[in-house]
């Protein structure tokens, strides 16, 4: 079965950076668009962004280029989320979740079929 | 810029009985919509895609509805465990996700 694991739960100073990690199984790594989409507390949902598995090639939504990177390893089937520059506003439950589509079909489509626990990053001074 | 209203906020609904959501979109979304219900302390969980298609493993009492600009989530018989927060979600350009309605038992 699909499953999609993240890393646990970080507190980070103002001004610093987090890393964020999502180990895949059940599926082809390499298949599917990774996705990364954050909550913050008692709000909604906001995407930030997706990698390509297979060619790392990466797209970010505007609000967050210049200080986020998604990189991935394909020897352990794992995606990664990097934030920079962190505020208290940044704040959040950070979620991987996987596209719908596999890349061979089309895509990435942005329908989010399996998602990761979620990672809680606090940012305070 | 697509904006994404969902009403209303909360929804007081008691066992058994339909719950109606709505989602509108500010320009036309075409039928690139999706919904997601999503528990206290867990992930989102994909309903429905293409305004009306149940995702794999959802209940038949789940339906979706709409296409342009209005779109209606409805569960025709709520059971204990459908009381959450819903998400439309439109994916006709850059993703962007309504602020939720909340489902709670009357």
């Known amino acids: 079965q699909v499953q999609l694991v993240q890393s646990g739960a970080e507190v980070k100073k103002p001004g610093a950076s987090v890393k964020v990690s999502c180990k895949a199984s059940?599926?082809?790594?390499?298949?599917?668009?990774m996705h990364w989409v954050r909550q913050a507390p008692g709000q909604g949902l906001e995407w930030m962004g997706w990698?390509?598995?297979?060619?790392?090639?990466?797209n970010y939504a505007q609000k967050f280029q210049g200080r986020v990177t998604m990189t991935r390893d394909t020897s352990i089937s794992t995606a990664y989320m990097e934030l920079s520059r962190l505020r208290s506003d940044d704040t959040a439950v950070y979620y991987c979740?996987?596209?719908?589509?596999?890349?061979?079909?089309?895509?990435?489509?942005?329908?989010?079929?399996?998602w990761g626990q979620g990672t809680l990053v606090t940012v305070s001074s | 810029e697509i904006v994404m209203t969902q009403s209303p906020a909360t929804l007081s609904v008691s066992p058994g009985e339909r719950a109606t959501l709505s989602c509108r979109a500010s320009q036309s979304v075409s039928s690139n919509l999706a919904w997601y219900q999503q528990k206290p302390g867990q992930a989102p969980r994909l309903l429905i895609y293409g305004a009306s298609t149940r995702a794999t493993g959802i209940p038949a009492r789940f339906s979706g509805s709409g296409s342009g600009t209005e779109f209606t989530l409805t569960i025709s018989s709520l059971q204990s465990e459908d009381f959450a927060v819903y998400y439309c979600?439109?994916?006709?350009?850059?993703?962007?996700f309504g602020q939720g309605t909340r489902l709670e038992i009357k």
């Open positions: 990698i390509n598995p297979n060619s790392g090639g990466t």
């Open positions: 979600q439109q994916y006709n350009n850059w993703p962007l």
């Open positions: 979740a996987r596209d719908s589509v596999p890349i061979a079909v089309a895509g990435p489509l942005i329908i989010f079929d399996y």
């Open positions: 059940g599926y082809t790594f390499t298949g599917y668009y």
